[in-house]
């Protein structure tokens, strides 16, 4: 068979061919694989955003014990400090936006930042939003999130002009007091949509809960392809070994 092969020059082809089928199988497997992680991590979503929500403690120990904590509902209370609102880049289609970070006082000396929601420009700042404004000791419910590092190109936050790209909480902690700064939960929260603050300002419910799964599509696509890279090599051998039949007979 490798004789074959050699004598119809077809022998650098079919390594080639193998070594490309096996990176292309081996794509449509690891797409499955992310399929399967993918549909796992959508379930556990879909649990915990349906969930009573926790008190903050039982989210302490969990972050504690093996830092599981993103996307529990969880119930706080505390007090917001809304003169030291920070806020985050957050366009829409329907034009400039901001998301609002409140700290909340969970405790003396302790504080859980959270995005209270969406504003457009016209209300960003505290006293064009004053009625979705709590005074005093409050309860919010909402969504533990974590801070993913910055990515490649996201500009750099901009302290002196409260402008955030990314929800830097020691930075935003720095920022928005003085030394000696409270202690900040390693963690925020994205408050539910529901119910609606006084006004409707801040919109809750930010938090993109639609992940993208299109791991199915991706491992159908390289399966497809390893298939055509099949019929190709077949179709040029059978011609490279009837050329090659041909001249042993003439």
């Known amino acids: 068979m490798w004789q074959r092969l050699r004598q119809a020059r077809l022998l650098g082809v079919t390594v080639f061919g193998l070594l490309a ?60 400090h809304h003169d030291k609102e920070r806020y985050l880049y957050a366009p829409q289609p329907g034009g400039l936006g901001w998301h609002v970070y409140t700290p909340l006082e969970v405790a003396p000396g302790r504080i859980l930042w ?6 457009d420009d016209a209300h960003k700042h505290a006293d064009q939003h ?8 409050t309860e919010v419910k909402g969504l ?24 830097d909480l020691a930075d935003m902690t720095g920022s928005a007091f003085p030394a000696p700064a409270p202690e900040t939960l390693p963690f925020r929260l994205e408050v539910d949509a529901s119910p609606p603050p006084p006004g409707g300002l801040p919109r809750g419910g930010v938090t993109r809960l639609d992940l993208p799964n299109r791991h199915l599509q991706y491992a159908l696509t390289w399966f497809a392809l390893a298939l055509a890279l099949i019929a190709v090599y077949f179709a040029f051998a059978r011609h490279r070994l009837r050329l090659g039949a041909a001249k042993n007979k003439g």
């Open 21 to 80: 089928l096996a990176g292309l199988t081996g794509l449509g497997v690891w797409q499955l694989e992310r399929l399967a992680w993918k549909e796992a991590l959508l379930a556990r979503l879909a649990n915990r955003v349906g969930a009573a929500p926790i008190e903050l403690s039982t989210v302490e120990r969990r972050w504690q014990a093996d830092g599981d904590v993103e996307y529990l509902h969880a119930s706080v209370r505390g007090r917001f």
């Open 130 to 137: 004053a009625p979705g404004q709590s005074a005093g000791e």
């Open 144 to 167: 533990i999130r974590l801070t993913a590092p910055p990515g490649l190109f996201t500009p750099h936050n901009e302290q002196a002009r409260n402008l955030w790209y990314w929800p």
């Open 114 to 119: 959270v995005n209270r929601g969406w504003v």
